[in-house]
């Protein structure tokens, strides 16, 4: 099945189903968290942009914990917001919409996805627990500090805590360029002096103008040594990744001097061979 999450290059980003059995962890109750303040819209809209948002504690209108949204073992649920649009990380699909900050509620639309299915159904049914607790207009309040800590709630009362990881990371030298790279389904063998057995990402630069389209002539296909930060590849899925590159100040001797940071999937072929 091929989706296509464009125009706009707005899709959501893609993340393995990981293996079931394995330990979800236990997250801090939201009750615990203090009280922050509600910021102007424009102040809120701007804090959005800077941060992964990950999920560290959900309660419903009854105190209790919601168990349902902690199904990703022991990655959190994350949210990415950019311009006017917001994207789910971490669950089964790719998870994506947009969002308005009007006053003292922030309004997400109704939440679309990829149809891939994972073998966990409680993973599986995680796409749907996140996306109808953040539909229609949310209450907000934003906590500044290390980490910063953004409280949102919604008409049924439940309350969701989430914290900030700060998206530009020390050590990079000046602002990042952005990349699309084309990454085929399957990893292949490649060689490196330290690593036995190593397999590769395959991948490829490809363009895009200003209003989605691709364009001009991709380039060759050949082996990714590194890592793309962000990005968890599943086999049998081609995408088309945009990145972020980022020069590294001082590397480590021997390390490499680039670093890759996903943005979004724009593309995902889940037919693919």
């Known amino acids: ?18 293996k079931a059995g394995v330990d979800a962890g236990t997250t801090p109750p939201v009750a615990n968290a203090s009280s922050p303040a509600t910021p102007a819209a424009s102040d809120l809209a701007s804090q959005l942009t800077r941060y992964h948002w990950q999920l560290q504690g959900a309660n419903n209108a009854q105190g209790q914990r919601i168990d349902a949204l902690f199904m990703s073992y022991g990655t959190p649920l994350q949210l990415n917001f950019e311009d006017d649009r917001i994207n789910i990380l971490h669950s089964c699909n790719l998870l994506g919409g947009t969002y308005a900050v009007t006053g003292d509620a922030v309004t997400f639309s109704q939440m679309t996805s990829t149809k891939m299915a994972c073998a966990d159904p409680k993973l599986m049914a995680l796409d749907g627990e996140i996306s109808k607790r953040l539909e229609g207009p949310l209450g907000y309040s934003l906590a500044k500090g290390e980490p910063p ?110 670093a890759w940071v996903l943005d979004l999937v724009v593309e995902s072929d889940t037919s693919a061979k």
């Open 149 to 258: 800590q953004l409280r949102v709630t919604n008409q049924a009362g439940d309350i969701l805590l989430f914290a900030g990881e700060p998206i530009a990371k020390a050590g990079y030298d000046g602002p990042g360029q952005r990349v699309f790279l084309e990454v085929q389904a399957q990893t292949q063998p490649c060689h490196h002096p330290l690593i036995e057995d190593m397999q590769c990402l395959v991948t490829r630069e490809v363009h895009y103008d200003a209003q989605g389209r691709k364009t001009g002539k991709p380039g060759e296909f050949g082996f990714f040594y590194g890592t793309i930060e962000g990005y968890t590849h599943v086999p049998g899925v081609r995408n088309v990744l945009r990145v972020n590159r980022y020069k590294i100040k001082d590397p480590p001797m021997d390390a490499s001097n680039t």
């Open 1 to 18: 099945m091929r989706v296509l999450l464009l125009p706009l290059l707005s899709a959501a980003l893609l993340v393995g189903c990981p």
